[in-house]
């Protein structure tokens, strides 16, 4: 099996959420997996000297129509939600969990949280909307409870998060395959000619 | 004749580079004029409150990398100038001025300053070589002279800039197609589809 593509995203990219819709079918018609990596790309993070996008510029007239846009050139639904910045770290946590004992249940979770947040303007940040599309996964009460209270999910999670700063990703959505790093959903075509023709 | 492609774009910019090279191909695919719009991003522009791109982003191993394999993507040549931020407004002004006067030799004026940078690694603030650049395009050395040494190409690029700034435009390369605003070269599908099929 050759090298999979690591997707990194944070659940409240917009870009990302485009990105998750996308990535899977691209990983299939190339013969690789695809390794899902929710990450939290707040203020701690951002205090690495990395390239960042200003928070002001993803709330622009411009970014707003953009995604929209981008969305309508993918084929796929979107609604702009009333409060973009949410805090993502639960959901990453639940994604963890799960990715770690069921990664399709962790996919499927996924989309569940990107949908909710990017197609119904659900309320991502809270925990009883979070336990719904646990729930729907296939996680039970009692670990989606453990995730909440376990410390031990916030320290995996932060090691996730590690090594996704060692390896170089500063933003959402963002691929790796064997090595090249390719940043944002507009650069999934540049990503699939690397897969059909190896580098350049 | 339907609405025009307004293409604009900084001299300094390695994206605007790739953008040159494609966009007229581009237009006379779906029967559109490209209106060619040489402008200056720099501190005055940017102070304005606008999106922008930090400085030390165009500067980062990752964007350098981009910009590589962008080129490559797209088939084009390209070579890392040793000083990327060069001052480019007398690049713009003599653009503006041919512009304003024979726009095709305008058009060979940019190709001529941007391959030079970006093939050549040469110093495109430099007047000399402008006006090696300029002389190929078809200019005398008296009109040359009177870009250089007259006030009112100055205004009249600054006008120009003006524009820009009032149509929303705050990046390079970018285009504007019936009011729609398209930022990157990699937004080009994107203008493609709109081109193709029209508003989405």
Redesign the interface.
Known sequence: MPAPIEFYFDFSSPYGYLASELIDAIAERHGRNAIWHAIVLDATYQSQDR?RI?TH?MR?E??M??VE??A??YGLPYKAPAHPSLHTELAARVFQWLGDRQPQQARDFAHGVFRALFTEDRNIADAAVLQELATKAGMSEADFHTVQTDGTTKTRLKAEIDVAQAR?V?GSPFFIVEG??F??V??L??LE?WLEKGP?
């Open positions: 390239i200003p510029m622009s411009y970014v129509r953009d846009r981008s309508g050139y170089g500063f090249e790093r940043w944002g507009d650069r075509p540049q000619r350049y």
